[in-house]
């Protein structure tokens, strides 16, 4: 089984079992069906696209931060697992909208619901290895992320699922993009 293929089935898992606890728990505890944890009123809103630019505009203030000395040795780690994949297009399309949908609904619908944007937006930069106890400089870069991670929690709240989703998606769309399709 190759690298790309588990790539892919960690896309799969993300889109698809992720949300199953916040669909699940939602209906069970908050009588929310799972129509209303879509909100698919909102999915052509103009505010999905209003969170699409946003995550855009962060992607582009963390590339411009990962180039400092202090980010170098991290992000060469990651541009040569990337590499590595030899994704296409289509591969750093789907894997941005896993993430950006699965994870979106598991931490901004479900656990935000009971632990609030706070706690959601730290567990959600810990679980991602950006607090990392061992390495500063991971923890360091995740308080540089953690920033945009407050704003979709409280965003959340005012804008919707879709605007994380598409913040969220257009954020992983240009970070991967651009290791990916920089110069080595």
Request: hydrophobic share 55%.
């Amino acid at each position: 089984m190759g690298n790309k293929f588990r790539f892919h089935v960690l896309g799969w898992i993300t889109l698809l079992i992720f949300p199953a606890p916040a669909f699940w728990a939602l209906g069970f505890f908050e009588r929310i069906s799972f129509w209303e944890v879509l909100e698919l009123d909102r999915l052509f809103s103009p505010l999905t696209l209003i969170g699409v630019q946003l995550g855009f505009f962060y992607a582009l203030f963390i590339l411009g931060v990962s180039q400092f000395p202090l980010f170098e040795e991290m992000s060469k780690k990651q541009e040569h697992l990337l590499h590595s994949l030899k994704l296409n297009w289509g591969d750093i399309i789907f894997i941005s909208f896993c993430a950006g949908f699965g994870e979106e609904v598991l931490f901004r619908a479900g656990i935000q619901t009971w632990l609030g944007p706070w706690i959601t937006s730290f567990l959600f930069i810990a679980l991602h290895g950006y607090l990392h106890p061992l390495s500063w400089r991971k923890s360091i870069y995740g308080v540089v992320l953690l920033p945009f991670i407050i704003l979709l929690s409280f965003a959340y709240e005012t804008y919707g699922l879709w605007f994380c989703v598409g913040a969220h998606f257009s954020y992983d769309l240009l970070l991967f993009s651009m290791v990916l399709y920089k110069k080595k």
